[in-house]
Nanobody, 125 residues
Framework: QVQLVESGGGLVQAGDSLRLSCAAS????????MAWFRQAPGKEREFVAG????????YYADSVKGRFTISRDNAKNTVYLQMNSLKPEDTAVYYC??????????????????WGQGTQVTVSS
């Protein structure tokens, strides 16, 4: 069983930066695909960024490309989401997700086995 705990959310102004962290426990997750998703009020959950372990590549939603960076520290069992140049439309609850690496797309939220509780990010204009 893998447990994921997100942290780092908060209230910021447009143009500011935040770094979200997702700490995993219960199993070594070095061979897991990891991803961040977000859900704004009244909207469906959407893919933000993901890291494929099998091909060691990161993927981003077009809306965050160039502003957000996903990274991981296997020694600390932690994945990060560095968010720069934040916009009001980035306001959402951000969730960390994990699954054993399959080589498949990291963008589909239905394939993830483990989820964190979420952390709120609010960007004021």
């Amino acid at each position: 069983q893998v447990q994921l705990v997100e942290s780092g959310g908060g209230l910021v102004q447009a143009g500011d930066s935040l770094r979200l962290s997702c700490a995993a426990s219960g199993r070594t997750f070095s061979s897991y695909d990891m991803a961040w998703f977000r859900q704004a009020p009244g909207k469906e959950r959407e893919f933000v960024a993901g890291f494929s372990w099998s091909i060691s590549s990161a993927y981003y939603a077009d809306s965050v490309k160039g502003r957000f960076t996903i990274s991981r520290d296997n020694a600390k069992n932690t994945v990060y989401l560095q968010m720069n140049s934040l916009k009001p439309e980035d306001t959402a609850v951000y969730y960390c997700a994990a699954r054993p690496a399959t080589g498949g797309s990291v963008r589909n939220d239905r394939v993830y086995d483990y989820w964190g509780q979420g952390t709120q990010v609010t960007v004021s204009s």
